[in-house]
């Protein structure tokens, strides 16, 4: 096929030219090893810090210290701001800073530490300031916490002191509820007892104690009676004879019982009427302490009401004593409540109430991962810019240019060739390039291979046709590679690699939203590191297909523009700008000029001679008028008709022409 | 009967408001060679690209007659080389002012290369790679890259690469330019070798000389303009119809021979040049003027050392139909400052 013959033969041109070879082959794969070099450094850049202590306080060390922790810093001590402003201007020192006089944590005092950079290092200064007034800032926050967290401290145990004091008062209040309560209950105990006194008839007594007498002495006359009838009784039993033995045990036992009973009866007679003498000795006793009760009675319940009284004014005094701890227990709660509003009690939050945290969407750690989706969209859009543009020069600044033309190839089939050769090549100059990566500076682009694949295809695809767009526009190689170079480099200086984005116009950071590196770039990012999946890409794909389409047509016009332009030595842009108008409108003069308008025709006069005019106006003839009639120019015919020589003609027509209407005007 | 296979009506071309071919009209015949001469910026490369399509003409046309039917010569049918130039490129080969070829290709993968892009079939092309190197003297140097070839191979491996599809029409732009004789000799026999073979050939030159006994017809252009057409000898005929006597004598004081005195004699004398070391005298009649020489040779007392009488070449009725403008162009100039000088401006 036609065209794998050309591309072998593209190949084989390129092989063979050993410029074309170190310069677009080996060159980006030299400049991507040095960069991933570079890059692959997971320390920060070292910086040079310049300090101006002023006054070695103690917490100026305390600060130098944690800054000289930082095994990125280096730093110098000079004496002089001015001299370390100059330091930096010379570039040996980025950042120099200046410490306060006297500089202490106290009351009433702000201590300011001054900061000089230089501006213009635009890509580099905002990571300078945030290296080292992150450290500064670290070292001031942990002063401030310190200091927060002792005033927090107190205010903690005093708030615990308090509560602890309000459960004392509790407590104390509550015992003396209780111990009114209690002055309550005695009061009414007290009012309670009955110390009258009490009357107690021992006489009645005694006559009981004699009724007692007499009756127990009746008792014992009729169990007496009953036990002499029972024995009777056994007398008559026995006298009967009727009895069996068993009746006759019964009968001797029951007699003898009743001889028992009978004895009994006389002892309990007996010991009765000794306790009725004791009675009457105690009914003697009783009175006499009855009526020693009555004498204590009565001073008892004098003693009563005097306690009484007592306790209604002590009741009184733990009245006013519950008042005092009420107000007491309620200012010490509202100084507690006072403290319980502070809604901020951690001394981290007060000093730093917003946390900033910094937390990487990706796992991957080391710079290089990071920038390398960038860096290999920039090799394949500066070696595919080049190389097709190359390509094309190598062929246009061919002899065998001018072959291809007479073969019946078309042009699209050269177009294609072209292509495939680029294409090829960049592939498997970016496959060692990935093999290289990973092997020697461990990341990848492997991630969500399918998507990845496909948008190399089309970044390689894209600038392969803006390459060769430069190579069809331009004609020698030279202004073809700077062309090259410039594109690349403005789609560079376009992105955020070299400059942050937001230090430009707003114009710019539209427009570079549209710059092909970046939208490829971010592509090849989302991808590799964020593991985008199609539908999170699809309408980023789409663009890029659309500027490919783009690419291709503008290639498509532009080789054919460059094909003429080869063929018929005229200009790109002359040929669409300037068209040749049909011969029969003009003025053929003898040298084979053409004249188109009076304009023309003016500046024709004035260039040719006397001699030659004479040629074209005689006494018989004025060919010029004859144009200019055939043209339907008739005020202008007439004109030039009126003029003898050259000179008068050229001085009617100018004239005609300084007073001819402005069309603009006539609009 | 001659067959034509290219017609060229009213064709004219513009560059730059330039008129570069001016109603340009003529045909080519099969199997003839066409020669195109003319002077450098006369239009000759401009009538072999727009010839063969490249470029595009303000007015007329370029017309060839298919490859299928070049057999039938009976056939009237021709077509625009500017609607079918894939057609047209299939049976023409071209190889212009400079060679042109790949230099860090050898001879062989050149020839292979351009065959390849005709279409041919593998065993085709090496066939006529074969061919072509064996017919161009360039055995022995197919290994070799283009840029190491001397001159004369250069040029022939172009004409090789031209010929390797096997062409009906054969273009040569000037194809012994910077070469030396023995070189453009050589390139010429290979000319004719081809011719034979069947192709036809259209060549522009400005070797007249050469030419002269190459084509088989001559077209002449001067500033876009085609002065004549014809053979050799009909172009000759029809611009000088003058003979050339060339007289070398000793002592050569021909200012004096020159001065010829009889009226008789001066009116069939076109144009005397003392050329210093000899005396071309352009008469149509040469029998009188001859007489008339020998009577002033005797009186003289000049010795004849070399006499011979010629037509003119192509060359000299080529310069002779340029300068011609030119000499009248000179003249008004010279009288016309004459006339101001007199007038004192």
């Known amino acids: 096929m036609k065209v794998f013959k050309i591309t072998a033969k593209n190949l084989k041109l390129l092989m063979r030219s050993k410029t074309s070879m170190f310069v677009i082959i080996f060159g980006p794969l030299i400049i991507m090893l040095l960069v991933g070099f570079a890059f692959n450094n997971p320390t920060a850049s070292k910086l040079t810090i310049g300090y101006i202590p002023r006054e070695n306080t103690n917490l100026t060390q305390d600060f130098l210290k944690v800054l000289q922790s930082n095994p990125s810093f280096s730093l110098i001590e000079y004496q002089d701001a001015d001299l370390c402003k100059g330091m930096i201007e010379q570039g040996k020192v980025h950042i120099c800073i200046v410490f306060p006089e006297n500089f202490s944590i106290e009351n009433n005092k702000t201590n300011e530490i001054v900061f000089f950079v230089d501006q213009s290092r635009a890509n580099f200064v905002y990571s300078i300031i945030d290296s080292v007034s992150s450290k500064i800032s670290f070292t001031s926050s942990q002063l401030s916490y310190q200091m927060t967290n002792d005033l927090l401290s107190v205010i903690t145990y005093t708030q615990k002191s308090n509560n602890d004091e309000i459960i004392k008062l509790i407590a104390l209040k509550n015992s003396a509820n209780d111990i009114s309560t209690k002055l309550k209950d005695v009061q009414a105990k007290l009012g309670a007892l009955d110390l009258n006194q009490v009357s107690v008839n021992t006489g009645d007594m005694s006559n009981w104690a004699e009724n007692i007498r007499t009756d127990v002495n009746n008792l014992q006359s009729q169990g007496i009676v009953a036990a002499n009838r029972g024995t009777q009784l056994t007398v008559d039993l026995d006298a009967l004879g009727h009895l069996d033995a068993n009746e006759t045990a019964a009968t001797n036992s029951f007699a003898t019982d009743i001889a028992i009973d009978k004895s009994n009866i006389n002892n309990a007679t007996t010991k009765a009427t000794g306790d009725i003498d004791l009675l009457n000795e105690v009914i003697d006793t009783v009175a006499v302490d009855v009526a020693a009760l009555n004498d204590k009675l009565d001073k008892a319940k004098l003693a009563a009401n005097d306690s009484g009284v007592q306790i209604s004014a002590v009741q009184n005094n733990l009245n006013s004593m519950k008042a005092d701890l009420d107000a007491l227990k309620a200012s010490i709660e509202k100084t507690n409540t006072q403290i319980g509003t502070l809604k901020v009690t951690s001394a981290e939050s007060i000093v730093s109430p917003i946390k900033t945290t910094i937390t990487p969407i990706t796992t991957k750690v080391n710079n290089l991962n990071f920038v390398f989706p960038y860096l290999i969209i920039l090799i394949i859009a500066f070696i595919s810019l080049m190389l097709s543009s190359t390509i094309i020069m190598m062929e246009k600044t061919s002899k065998a240019y001018f072959r291809n033309f007479t073969t019946p190839t078309k042009d699209f089939t050269f177009i294609i060739s072209v292509f495939f050769t680029s294409f090829f090549i960049v592939i498997l100059q970016l496959i060692f390039i990935l093999i290289l990566a990973y092997y020697f500076l461990n990341t990848t682009i492997l991630a969500n291979v399918g998507l990845t694949i496909l948008l190399v295809v089309f970044a390689i695809t894209l600038f392969t046709l803006i390459g060769m767009i430069i190579g069809y526009l331009f004609n020698s190689q030279e202004a073809a590679t700077m062309a090259s170079i410039s594109v690349g480099s403005v789609f560079l200086f376009l992105s955020n690699l070299i400059l942050p984005l937001e230090t430009m116009s707003q114009v710019i950071q539209n427009v570079s939203r549209f710059n092909p590196y970046v939208m490829c770039s971010e592509l090849l990012k989302k991808l590799t590191l964020f593991g985008s999946q199609w539908n999170e890409v699809s309408l980023d794909f789409a663009l890029i297909a659309a500027y490919i389409v783009v690419a291709f047509v503008l290639v498509l016009l532009i080789e054919k523009g460059s094909k003429i332009q080869y063929i018929s030595k005229k200009p790109i842009v002359k040929q669409i700008i300037k068209k040749d108008d049909i011969v029969d409108k003009y003025f053929k003069m003898k040298s084979g000029v053409l004249i188109r308008d009076e304009k023309e025709l003016l500046s024709e006069l004035k260039k040719m001679s006397d001699v030659s005019y004479q040629d074209y106006v005689t006494t018989k003839k004025n060919d010029f008028e004859s144009w200019l009639l055939l043209n339907k120019s008739n005020d202008l015919a007439k004109i030039v008709g009126k003029a003898r020589t050259r000179k008068e003609m050229i001085e009617l027509i100018e004239k005609y022409i300084s007073q001819a209407p402005d069309p603009l005007k006539k609009k | ?345």
């Open chain 2, 1 to 345: 009967m001659a067959t034509p296979i290219f017609k060229v009506t009213k064709l004219s071309k513009v560059f730059d408001r330039r008129i570069i071919l001016d109603d340009i009209e003529l045909e080519i015949n099969a199997g003839e060679i066409f020669g195109i001469i003319g002077a450098s910026g006369s239009g000759k490369t401009t009538l072999l690209n727009t010839l063969v399509g490249f470029l595009k003409p303000e007015a007329g046309d370029v017309q060839f007659r298919t490859e299928h039917l070049l057999e039938h010569k009976d056939s009237h049918i021709f077509r625009s080389v500017f609607k079918h130039p894939d057609e047209l490129k299939r049976i023409i080969g071209m190889a212009s002012q400079t060679p042109s070829f790949y230099n860090t290709l050898t001879v062989k993968e050149n020839i292979l290369y351009f065959g390849a892009l005709y279409g041919l079939s593998k065993d085709t092309l090496k066939s006529n790679a074969t061919t072509l190197i064996n017919l161009m003297d360039l055995q022995g140097s197919e290994n070799r890259k283009a840029q190491n070839l001397s001159g004369g191979m250069q040029r022939r491996l172009d004409m090789a690469c031209a010929l390797v599809h096997d062409p009906k029409i054969l273009i040569l732009d000037e194809p012994t330019a910077d070469l030396d004789p023995l070189l453009r000799n050589h390139i010429w026999r290979l000319v004719r070798k081809i011719n034979k073979r069947g192709t036809t050939i259209i060549l522009a030159s400005h070797h007249l000389s050469e030419l002269e006994n190459l084509c088989s017809r001559i077209a002449i252009l001067k500033e876009g303009k085609m002065l004549a057409i014809g053979t050799p000898n009909e172009i000759k005929e029809r611009f000088s119809k003058h003979e050339e006597i060339h007289l070398e004598t000793f002592p050569g004081n021909y200012s004096l021979i020159a001065d010829i005195k009889d009226k008789d004699v001066l009116k069939e004398i076109a144009k005397i040049e003392d050329k210093g070391t000899k005396l071309v005298i352009y008469t149509s009649k040469p029998e009188i003027v001859l007489n008339e020489l020998m009577k002033k040779l005797e009186a003289h007392k000049e010795t004849i050392v070399d006499l011979k009488v010629t037509k003119p070449t192509l060359d000299e009725i080529f310069i002779m139909i340029t300068e011609s403008d030119k000499d009248v162009e000179e003249e008004k100039e010279e009288e016309t400052d004459a006339k101001k000088k007199k007038q004192g401006r």
